[in-house]
T-cell receptor
Framework: EADIYQTPRYLVIGTGKKITLECSQT?????MYWYQQDPGMELHLIHY???????EKGDLSSESTVSRIRTEHFPLTLESARPSHTSQYLC?????????????FGNGTRLTVT | AQSVAQPEDQVNVAEGNPLTVKCTYS??????LFWYVQYPNRGLQFLLK??????LVKGSYGFEAEFNKSQTSFHLKKPSALVSDSALYFC????????????FGTGTKLQVIP
């Protein structure tokens, strides 16, 4: 059972709306990540955080923003949704202090922008 | 730059037969290698990892993977496939000594035929 929770699971929203995808973990992990998974299955890192008040952009340019005010919470915000943002968004976390800790993933938010 | 290649988009295997899902990688430095599985409408789940030591790594659900440094490969294997193994499989790599940048392969869909 996942200890990392994403809400909502599914979201259909109109163009131009502001949305926030929620991600919370109960494992006390320092590192958190947002991945975008396209229909071809490939995963793209769009944001990551090493801890509170730390956020970095990932490999894939994204119009979204993130914040990390609390260790357990890593929300992703789209100020103005567009159809090109339609995708699955996966949040993940891992222990700090090493490079070999596996990632723990939430079940994802499937976003559709009409 | 680090990269991961999964050369097969899909692998079909009969139930009870052995299965192999291929993965090759490219990194500068010592790799940490991972396999994850994704079931429909779920996030990725960690299966196994290679850090150092024995080249044959055993993981969850009877899966194992063999690290081959000379061929820069980390193929996932199982002696006897189950229909319930049908899912998406992702290989991933990170590098020791740096921050945990994880690079995923493009995924391989495993279909186990009854």
């Amino acid at each position: 059972e996942a200890d990392i929770y994403q809400t909502p699971r599914y979201l259909v929203i109109g163009t131009g709306k502001k949305i926030t995808l929620e991600c919370s973990q109960t494992m006390g992990h320092d590192k958190m990540y947002w991945y975008q998974q396209d229909p071809g299955m490939e995963l793209h890192l769009i944001h990551y955080s090493y801890g509170v008040n730390s956020t970095e952009k990932g490999d894939l340019s994204s119009e979204s923003t993130v914040s990390r005010i609390r260790t357990e919470h890593f929300p992703l915000t789209l100020e103005s949704a567009r159809p090109s943002h339609t995708s699955q968004y996966l949040c993940a976390s891992s222990k700090g202090g090493g490079d070999n800790s596996p990632l723990h993933f939430g079940n994802g938010t499937r976003l559709t922008v009409t | 730059a680090q990269s991961v290649a999964q050369p097969e988009d899909q692998v079909n295997v009969a139930e009870g037969n052995p299965l192999t899902v291929k993965c090759t990688y490219s990194v500068s430095g010592n790799p940490y290698l991972f396999w994850y599985v994704q079931y429909p409408n779920r996030g990725l789940q960690f299966l196994l990892k290679y850090i150092t030591g024995d080249n044959l790594v055993k993981g969850s659900y009877g899966f194992e993977a063999e690290f081959n440094k000379s061929q820069t490969s980390f193929h996932l294997k199982k002696p006897s496939a189950l229909v319930s193994d049908s899912a998406l499989y992702f290989c991933a790599v990170s590098v020791s000594g740096g921050y945990q940048k994880v690079t995923f392969g493009t995924g391989t869909k495993l279909q186990v035929i009854p």
